[in-house]
């Protein structure tokens, strides 16, 4: 498959989580998260997100979400979301399945919801006949390569618990986000009231690395039982530690992230002098959203993948990843502006 700006799951993975796992697999240990590996993972987790932090690592990002959404709802609760969160729109109904909870979609206009777009969906409260909303879940990046500000993140969590719900936040690029704002994990997680985090690091250099972090104790009640049942439980689970345990103490997090976003700014800087590429949203990550004509990025598909996120809009999606080159970008770039004169 040619080098291309699809996704930044369709990357390999950092030399230094191949060390990783070459030295973990050099004795016997023992399975289901009863490991020193595992245990030490867990210690990270805490220095990382505050003492009452617990992580139970999972196989996907579905699974960590779901199992996030497990740990807050019963099939008889919904959970609030924008109407472009990948829980929504692209994890199969995942969480209507196996939590049997509902979702109350919002329309945003650049995927962040707001306490007042989420206030419109807070009603029927105790009302028998309406599922009854117990979560908010927000996106830290969103799916539109937008950022939450601590101080937003706050305000969705004293909403929520001003309404007895809790705040779930879906990590998946929250590397990418701590980086563009200049802040720790912690400080846009645990100190903002997010009570669930879907963690991840598959997108920016591991192999297997997503986990549900509960930053609320009062919501750690089962989780292990969950998990399994949810068949996330990984039985050589020190494999997905030593990957988390690397990006974490190496600094590894950081480094992929801040590349991947260093190139998201070079692809949007050469491709807005383009004629006729309009940039969609703000790039704040690794994205890129991009409105050009159709017959154009039509044939530029004929030779790199990328998503046609809206086609009728002909918006589509370029995400640069902690592997992208500069020569990637400017190879793209000649080609699009090749079929540009080509119109």
Wanted: with cysteine; net charge negative.
């Amino acid at each position: 498959m040619k080098r291309g700006f699809g996704s930044d799951n369709h990357s390999g993975f950092s030399p230094e989580v191949l060390e990783a796992l070459t030295k973990a697999n050099d004795q016997h240990a023992l399975a289901y998260g009863d490991d020193e590996a595992t245990a030490r993972l867990e210690m990270l987790i805490r220095e990382t997100f505050g003492q009452q932090a617990k992580i139970y690592l999972v196989f996907n990002g579905t699974g960590a979400n779901v199992l996030s959404i497990d740990a807050m709802c019963r099939s008889h609760e919904a959970v609030v979301c924008a109407e472009t969160a990948h829980i929504n729109v692209d994890e199969c109904g995942s969480p209507q399945r196996v939590v049997g909870c509902r979702l109350l979609t919002v329309d945003t206009p650049d995927g962040k919801l707001t306490p007042n777009l989420v206030r419109t969906r807070l009603h029927g409260f105790g009302f028998e006949h309406h599922s009854q909303p117990k979560a908010i879940s927000i996106s830290q990046s969103t799916e539109l390569g937008t950022l939450y500000t601590p101080q937003e993140i706050r305000a969705l969590a004293d909403l929520a618990h001003k309404h007895n719900m809790y705040l779930h936040m879906d990590g998946a690029r929250l590397a990418n986000a701590a980086v563009a704002l200049g802040c720790s994990f912690k400080e846009m997680t645990t100190d903002c009231g997010v009570d669930v985090l879907s963690f991840g690091g598959t997108k920016n250099g591991l192999i297997m690395g997503e986990s549900c972090v509960i930053l609320n104790p009062a919501l750690d009640v089962d989780i292990k039982y969950r998990r399994k049942q949810m068949t996330q439980l990984a039985s050589k689970m020190r494999f997905m530690a030593v990957q988390m345990i690397c990006y974490l103490e190496t600094g590894l997090w950081r480094r992929n992230a801040e590349h991947s976003n260093r190139m998201a700014q070079l692809l949007k800087k050469e491709v807005e002098q383009v004629d006729g590429v309009h940039i969609m949203y703000p790039v704040q990550v690794n994205s890129v959203f991009a409105q050009l004509p159709r017959d154009v990025w039509k044939r530029l598909q004929e030779h790199y993948f990328f998503y046609d996120w809206d086609e009728d809009a002909d918006v589509v999606r370029w995400m640069c990843s902690f592997d992208t080159t500069e020569d990637d970008i400017h190879s793209f770039v000649n080609a699009l502006k090749t079929e540009i004169c080509r119109k």
